[in-house]
């Protein structure tokens, strides 16, 4: 698979390493106007780095575009004379519609919007994706490339700003758990380093537990809570102070700025 990422800034040189590491591609095109953020990947067999968008497109099957929404109308329009059928044009591009880029470059290209997360760089992301008609018989192939890097799932476009809250922002919002579980871990007296040890691995434990067996979260905490113990003694002062609450409403608020993001 030839691929190119688009703009090669945060999240598409996360998505270009994860693909890198788990040998996902044959060769790989990475654009971004100043290319000396990225000069060490230049030694790179695979890899070829460019500011030229339409050279990227040419030499590629998968074109990733991971470039700021402001940009996309342009960069679509400066390359789309060069795009064919046989190309899968991949947007993680926020808020941008199918039919916009269709409206671009024609509804008769294979289009996919994807919504992967930062954890792509180490081969964990969830990503949800969807598709328009025709792109349909490619959604398979994007979802062996993520799958690579992660989980993935197919969802209908209507939920794509419901699953960037979920998976994408989401990451910040497990970073604040493990934050203020760090924070506890130091009140408790543990050195910060320790500390973050600590809850980081507590959590991906938490997480590895229930992709394993499939099991209901209140299933695995009903294994730890001892009756009248300290789990439950936590678990209720959590509750007490609104932690399923206040999660649950953040969740709301951010659908609710994306939305309002898309209609601005
Ligand atoms: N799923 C997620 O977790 C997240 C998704 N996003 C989405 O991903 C997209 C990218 O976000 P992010 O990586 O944070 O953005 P960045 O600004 O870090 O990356 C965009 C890159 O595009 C490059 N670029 C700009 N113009 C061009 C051009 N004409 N040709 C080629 N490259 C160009 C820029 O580099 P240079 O200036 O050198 O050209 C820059 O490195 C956004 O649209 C955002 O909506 C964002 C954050 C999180
Ligand atoms: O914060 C944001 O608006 C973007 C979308 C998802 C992650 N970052």
Not at 57 to 73: G, M, T, Y
Not at 99 to 112: A, F, L, P, T, Y
Not at 153 to 174: D, L, R
């Amino acid at each position: 698979m030839k691929v190119a990422i688009i703009g090669t800034g945060n999240l598409g040189l996360a998505i270009g390493k994860g693909i890198l590491d788990s040998n996902g591609a044959s060769s790989m095109y990475l654009t971004k106007r100043n290319l000396d953020d990225i000069k060490e990947y230049a030694s790179y067999d695979k890899v070829v780095l460019t500011s030229d968008n339409r050279e990227a497109v040419k030499n590629s099957d998968v074109l990733i575009f991971a470039i700021q929404p402001r940009h996309l109308e342009a960069i679509l329009e400066d390359v789309k004379d060069l795009l064919t059928a046989n190309h899968i044009i991949i947007s993680v591009i926020t808020g941008f519609s199918i039919s916009r880029i269709e409206s671009i470059v024609g509804s008769d290209k294979n289009i996919i919007r994807s919504m992967p997360n930062t954890a792509i760089a180490v081969g964990k992301s969830m990503t949800c994706m969807c598709s328009n008609a025709i792109g349909k018989s490619k959604i398979a192939i994007a979802q062996s490339i993520f799958d690579k890097v992660g989980a993935s799932m197919v969802i209908p476009e209507e939920q794509m700003q419901a699953a960037t809250v979920i998976c994408a922002s989401g990451i910040a919002f497990w970073m604040r758990l493990i934050r203020a579980t760090t924070q506890g871990a130091i009140q408790l007296g543990f050195e910060a380093k320790e500390a973050q040890e600590l809850a980081k691995h507590t959590c991906d434990g938490a997480a590895g537990l229930l992709l394993a067996s499939g099991n209901h979260p209140e299933e695995e905490i009903d294994r730890v809570t001892t009756p009248g113990g300290c789990t439950i003694e936590g678990l209720n002062e959590m509750e007490h102070q609104g932690l399923s609450s206040s999660l649950i409403q953040g969740i709301v608020a951010s659908f609710e700025k994306i939305n309002q993001i898309k209609k601005g």
